[in-house]
């Protein structure tokens, strides 16, 4: 059981499930909702994910059509991205998180739009946008950091 709660303590959650696909967005968005040079995040099942206490408190912006965005009314930490397109997928900020969550992101993406200020040091691969989905993977929930874009 993983729990993890915003900056002010009003909301916590907790998750009784794994985390998928941990990686690091570098878009303008991530930037520019998390304040920093990049968003740390993880995909989680939305089943796994409740919130124990704050329902009230968590606020959410439609940061892209069908993206929602979930932050404090408080003091304003980001807590979860729910995706219309894909209601069973939450996107989960690693930095609201209590404890280990036993992964690390594995990748950049959206570095094509990343801080010109800052110099990404590790050896983690790097895409200027999102990666393509792995064969077989038709079907598959978005990575949270975007969903797809549209063909057409």
């Keep these: 059981m993983l729990h993890g709660s ?35 995040r993880a995909r989680v099942r939305a089943a796994d994910f409740r919130v124990t206490s704050g329902e009230e408190l968590l606020t959410f912006y439609e940061s892209s059509p069908g993206t929602h965005r979930g ?13 219309d397109a894909y209601p069973a997928v939450l996107g989960l900020p690693l930095g609201a998180l209590d404890d280990d969550p036993g992964v690390r992101p594995q990748l950049h993406v959206y570095v094509a739009s990343k801080a010109p200020w800052f110099t990404i040091t590790d050896d983690l691969p790097q895409f200027a946008e999102r990666p393509p989905a792995p064969a ?13 874009k549209s063909s057409g």
Aim: proline letters at 8%; one cysteine or more.
């Design 136 to 148: 077989g993977a038709a079907g598959s929930a978005p990575s949270p950091a975007r969903p797809p």
């Design 71 to 83: 932050f404090c009314r408080v003091c304003g930490s980001p807590m979860v991205s729910k995706f």
């Design 6 to 40: 915003c900056l002010c303590g009003g909301i916590r959650y907790e998750i009784d499930g794994e985390l998928a696909d941990a990686l690091n967005c570098h878009c303008s968005m991530c930037r520019k909702a998390h304040g920093s040079a990049f968003r740390s």
